[in-house]
């Protein structure tokens, strides 16, 4: 079958930044997600995720641009002061003009 | 006669169940809720008590009203003020770490708020039906304010409107207006409708909700030792005085002794719902240590246990009686 290059752009960020974050993934280019719920621990382990304080784990498939602009984004306004990991994986899709 | 109230208190299922789930996390028991039930707790106490209030307002003047209600929104305008420059000048809090909390001391807990029924209902002590509206007109101002403050400060960035969002659809707001609203169109008739689920079976819920509390708060202890002891004494003193400043001015605004005591305990308490939510969003740069565990684990036990007695005292005392 035909393949295409794009990139897998995934973040696991705090539950509660969620409908923010998915806006601004929208207006950075993105034209879709995989959503889930998702637990554990990280660097910081910061200790407010016992309370009402979730993680979610968002999927993209994008452009190799668009995955750049992403990241260029998330580490400006959410590096800094929220647990966050965000990372760009190389993957194979068909039907390229679903997602770019 | 006090330590009478405060025997009741203590030995009340609500308050058992709430050293129950702190002895389970103590010992390690593998007890544990779903996410889904907790949600579901908070969804029906926090109806439940907006549909009572609501029933009882359609019986009640309104105008009644409008007194209690200036003073809640004047104590939700000053408590994070002075919470801010305390924090700030003697705790040597950073700008977003001072107004984190003072969002939280400003703002109310729905929890604290509940079990204060409960004791006056356990009491037969009786209180004005509009008390859920009060927990509502106090819940927003003082997260307002004290993000403000930060940002004035310069120590602030995020949002209005997604702040805003956040503490006005917020779902204690929604689901204590809302029930309200549902209480007061359907009136005494309508609730009776709905008084199998959402009246008889109230505390027990409550006590399964407390248990949840109880495991919560217990896993927050070992923070204390990190938060240090100033924000212990903050946690602590600070509800004392507000308790005591909100059962002078209900009893000024023309509130009964249950109305008054209820209006102590949400200048008390302090919120861990809707202010962490908000303050997370506006307020990044400020650390959820100190904010959580002040508002969990040292002001909500408190309150709990020796707190809602002690302002019931007092507004008994400021009513001469």
């Known amino acids: ?100 | 006669m006090t330590l009478e109230l405060l025997r009741a208190n203590l030995l009340s299922p609500i308050v058992l169940a709430f050293g129950l789930g702190i002895v389970a996390t103590l010992i390690r028991s593998d007890l544990k809720f779903p996410d889904e039930l907790y949600t579901a707790l908070t969804i029906y106490l926090l109806l439940a008590i907006g549909l009572k209030g609501g029933a009882e307002l359609a019986e009640t003047p309104f105008a009644a009203f409008w007194a209690p209600a200036l003073a809640t929104l004047a104590l939700g305008v000053a408590i994070p003020l002075w919470s801010y420059a305390l924090l700030r000048r003697l705790g040597r809090f950073s700008i977003a770490d001072s107004a984190a909390l003072a969002a939280h001391y400003g703002s109310v807990s729905a929890v604290t708020f509940i079990a204060s029924l409960s004791f006056l209902d356990a009491l037969r002590a009786p209180y004005e039906g509009f008390m859920p509206t009060l927990v509502a007109v106090l819940e927003v101002p003082a997260i307002v304010v004290a993000l403000l403050l930060a940002r004035v400060r310069g120590g602030g960035g995020g949002s209005w409107r997604e702040v805003l969002h956040e503490v006005l659809a917020g779902r204690s707001v929604l689901l204590l207006l809302g029930g309200l609203t549902i209480g007061f169109l359907s009136g005494t008739s309508g609730l009776a409708k709905v008084a199998p689920l959402f009246v008889d079976l109230f505390q027990g819920a409550l006590l399964l909700f407390l248990l949840e509390m109880g495991m919560v708060t217990a896993r927050r202890f070992r923070d204390l030792a990190r938060v240090g002891p100033f924000l212990l004494g903050f946690g602590i003193v600070m509800p004392v005085l507000h308790g005591a400043l909100g059962t002078w001015l209900g009893g000024l605004a023309g509130l009964s002794l249950g109305g008054s005591t209820v209006l102590g305990v949400l200048a008390a308490s302090a919120s861990y719902i809707a202010a962490p939510a908000a303050v997370r969003i506006a307020l990044p740069e400020a650390n959820p240590s100190y904010y959580l565990t002040a508002a969990l684990a040292i002001t909500f036990p408190f309150n709990l246990t020796l707190g809602i007695p002690l302002y019931y005292a007092l507004a008994r005392w400021t009513h001469g009686g």
């Open chain 1, 1 to 100: 079958m035909h393949t295409v290059a794009l990139k897998e752009v995934t973040v696991i960020a705090e539950a509660l930044l969620e409908d923010k974050l998915l806006r601004e993934l929208r207006e950075l280019g993105a034209r879709g997600f995989t959503i889930a719920d998702v637990r554990g621990e990280g660097s910081r382990r910061l200790r407010d995720d016992e309370w009402e304080g979730r993680r979610v784990r968002v999927e993209t498939l994008v452009g190799a641009e668009v995955a750049d602009r992403i990241l260029q984004h998330l580490a400006e306004h959410y590096f800094p002061h929220y647990s966050m990991v965000a990372y760009v994986a190389d993957v194979q899709v068909v039907r390229r003009e679903k997602y770019v």
